[in-house]
């Protein structure tokens, strides 16, 4: 199992690409201070911690959702936690794995 694994599940820009084309959302769980230091074009900031209380906002935008962060941890927790409230979900890793496809 790779390190990613541990969190949710690491995924090959396949995956981000596919999603991307149809029309995923980019979730970034890191802090406003971190997602102001950059992030991918289009892209949600919701921190982590205030996931629970964003699950009904997320699951009205009726799309499949790419969880990024700095190093991936926090969006496999993130991704863990999704799916486990019924959201089509994967862990993008590092918000720069996303971005290439993107920006």
């Not at 090959?12 to 149809?22: A, F, H, M, P």
């Not at 496999?76 to 862990?91: E, R, Y």
Request: glycine letters at 12%; a positive charge; charged letters at 20%.
């Amino acid at each position: 199992m790779s390190f990613f694994g541990l969190f949710g599940g690491g995924n090959d820009g396949e995956s981000i690409e596919s999603y991307l084309k149809e029309g995923a959302v980019v979730i970034d769980v890191r802090t406003v201070e971190e997602y102001n230091s950059g992030n991918v074009n289009g892209s949600k900031n919701i921190v982590l911690n205030s996931l629970p209380s964003k699950v009904a906002e997320i699951k009205a935008l009726n799309k499949k959702v790419i969880a990024v962060c700095r190093s991936g941890a926090r969006s496999g927790q993130a991704t863990s936690f999704l799916k486990q409230q019924g959201i089509d979900i994967i862990n993008g890793g590092p918000w720069q794995n996303v971005a290439k496809f993107v920006n």
